[in-house]
């Protein structure tokens, strides 16, 4: 992402080289994230606490924190499409959104272990 200030008459005015996309799906992915916490508020459901810096995209490390994983057992889970995730290059991100989403889903579909 490329990033440039412009001088405007009354202020600067910071210029993003960035796919309009990704910034749709940025904003997507926050409202449902915000969507998801009203909804387990109300059924008195404990949420995730949320991102430290406010953003909706995480790395493996703050995964492997939230999920008591080690960081190498998360990137083989996204390396085997098994954990949501995104490649931007060479780095793999996580969307919060979409881990709360994937969590539900695992607890929901999940036989709790009887034979």
Known sequence: MKTARAKNDNADVLVLDVDPRTVV??????????????????RGQPTLPPANDGTDVMTADEVATLLRLDRKTVYDYAGRGEIPCQRLGKRILFSRAALVSWLSACKGSSDGGSG
């Open 25 to 42: 799906k940025t904003i997507a992915a926050g409202i449902c994230a915000a969507g998801i916490a009203l909804l387990e508020r109300r």
